[in-house]
């Protein structure tokens, strides 16, 4: 079974918290009380966040196991595409950022490139493709890093 994650930037202070979303501005943090007998909670931390700070968890981990939310921005490093496809060097460094496109996250890139392969590249590709032949390292996201977005 998948885990279906999110985080946002809390109202308060501004920091991330990962959880359950409950609505599009609350984020369960953690169970403090669970009855093991019967299951029901007890006691819960919720934490209002910024609605339009919410990222779903993607399923991925980058290079550093770090999680994989929509919204990041990555350097994806292509390694198992054939020369063939593109007259770049196979180990060229792509500056991504990931968003939910037709029912599944995808990579955006932040770069335009002349070749016809990176145009291809550019149009949402799906990362259930991408992460067996990318090594994907977090270097930001969309609402920390408004600039390279």
Request: hydrophobic share 30%.
């Amino acid at each position: 079974m998948r885990e279906i994650l999110f985080k946002g930037k809390r109202v308060d202070n501004g920091k991330w918290i990962e959880g359950n979303l409950v609505r599009e501005d609350l984020i369960i943090e953690s169970v403090i009380g669970y009855d093991d007998n019967d299951g029901t909670v007890e006691y819960i931390s919720c934490k209002r966040v910024l609605p339009e700070t919410v990222c779903q968890f993607t399923g991925i981990l980058d290079v550093n196991l770090d999680k994989l939310f929509e919204g990041d921005i990555c350097e994806s490093t292509y390694i198992n595409i054939p020369l063939a496809y593109q007259k770049r060097s196979p180990d060229t460094v792509l500056n991504q950022k990931v968003e939910f496109y037709k029912g599944g996250f995808s990579f955006i890139n932040l770069e335009d490139f002349d070749d016809d392969f990176s145009k291809r590249m550019r149009n949402h590709t799906q990362l259930y493709y991408t992460e067996s032949t990318l090594t994907i390292k977090i270097t930001g996201n969309i609402h920390d890093n408004n600039d390279k977005a």
